[in-house]
């Protein structure tokens, strides 16, 4: 019965024909099919991303200081194809960066606070955002939809620290008011889940 379907019934792959199991090369026969991407931009590049590149991703978020060797036995490649894989990776804009992971309290940053600030009518974007960048203790700022304009993460060695830090951002051109938010703690905390 196998073989009378393998008769009926050609595999194609976009259009060209697809050797069947025994004529593929052991790469093309155990590798996953690859996405194309059709346009330019993010979802392309989602698009494009295959289970290997994705398991790889994965392990680098666990460990980043893994060895090509190491993640090459988690996803099943060789170390060389990995270095390859991840460099294409890197390419591409998918890993950005490798960081070290600070604790900030160990520093004695111990109050996190997210400060929501309320833009005013007459506001010049790029003027209140530097102003905001100027201010070392906003460790993060999103442009965000609602009723506040921008959501800040800001991280204080103490309460009256963070006060200073509140006065600053008054003082930015371009913010009307802010609200404050102190984390009491962080339940949960990882990455973006590929």
Do not use: W
Not at 21 to 42: D, L
Not at 81 to 105: K, Q
Not at 129 to 152: H, K, R
Not at 164 to 188: C, H, I, K, M, N
Request: some cysteine.
């Amino acid at each position: 019965m196998l073989s009378l379907l393998r008769c009926q019934f050609t595999l194609t792959n976009r259009g060209l024909h697809v050797p069947d199991r025994r004529n593929r090369s052991r790469k093309t026969g155990t590798s996953p099919n690859k996405v194309v991407p059709i346009n330019e931009g993010a979802e392309a590049l989602r698009a494009s991303l295959d289970d290997t590149d994705l398991a790889i991703v994965r392990a680098l978020q666990a460990n980043a200081r893994a060895t090509y060797t190491e993640i090459g036995r988690a996803v099943g490649l060789s170390a060389a194809s990995v270095h390859e894989r991840v460099h294409r990776l890197e390419a591409r804009g998918v890993i950005r960066g490798y960081r070290a992971e600070i604790d900030p309290e160990v520093l004695g940053l111990e109050v996190l606070s997210l400060v929501s600030v309320l833009s005013s009518d007459s506001i010049d974007a790029a003027a209140t955002e530097a102003g905001m960048a100027a201010i070392g203790q906003v460790e993060t700022a999103y442009n965000v939809a609602g009723e506040d304009s921008y959501l800040l993460v800001v991280r204080t060695h103490s309460i009256a620290e963070l006060s200073e830090v509140l006065q600053r951002l008054q003082a930015v051109d371009g913010v009307a008011r802010t609200r404050t938010s102190v984390v009491l703690a962080t339940p949960v905390r990882r990455g973006p889940v590929v």
